[in-house]
């Protein structure tokens, strides 16, 4: 059974970082695209990163590729996403997907995706 975990979420100050876990059960993470989605109440899912480990090639949203790294860990079946420079904007419930293969160019469509986790929240305040 596919499952995705999210942590690493928590209250933080501007200018500061987090980096957000996503931990995988259920595949094997080399077959998998997992990105991040990023969702403010009210506002629709938002692509922030994605990690194709199919091709190997990672994806960011423009807005944001500059604050952001995406990255694995095979060992412990997780993929990461380090967040820099934390505005109060980037306060949101983040969520990573799941998607065996690779998403291409859509990889900031929440359809493309076939398994979800659960979310972990992200506040941004001084």
């Known amino acids: 059974q596919v499952r995705l975990v999210e942590s690493g979420g928590g209250l933080a100050q501007p200018g500061g970082s987090l980096r957000l876990s996503c931990l995988t059960s259920?595949?094997?993470?080399?077959?998998?695209?997992i990105a991040w989605f990023r969702q403010v109440p009210g506002n629709e899912r938002e692509g922030v990163a994605c990690l194709s480990n199919h091709d190997g090639i990672t994806y960011y949203a423009d807005s944001m590729k500059d604050r952001l790294t995406i990255s694995k860990d095979n060992a412990k079946n997780t993929v990461f996403l380090q967040i820099n420079n934390l505005q109060p904007s980037d306060t949101a419930d983040y969520y990573c997907?799941?998607?065996?293969?690779?998403?291409?160019?859509?990889?900031?469509?929440?359809?493309?995706?076939?398994?979800w986790g659960q979310g972990t929240q992200v506040r941004v305040s001084s």
């Open positions: 259920g595949f094997t993470l080399d077959d998998y695209a």
């Open positions: 997907a799941g998607l065996w293969g690779a998403p291409g160019h859509n990889w900031w469509r929440t359809i493309v995706y076939d398994h």
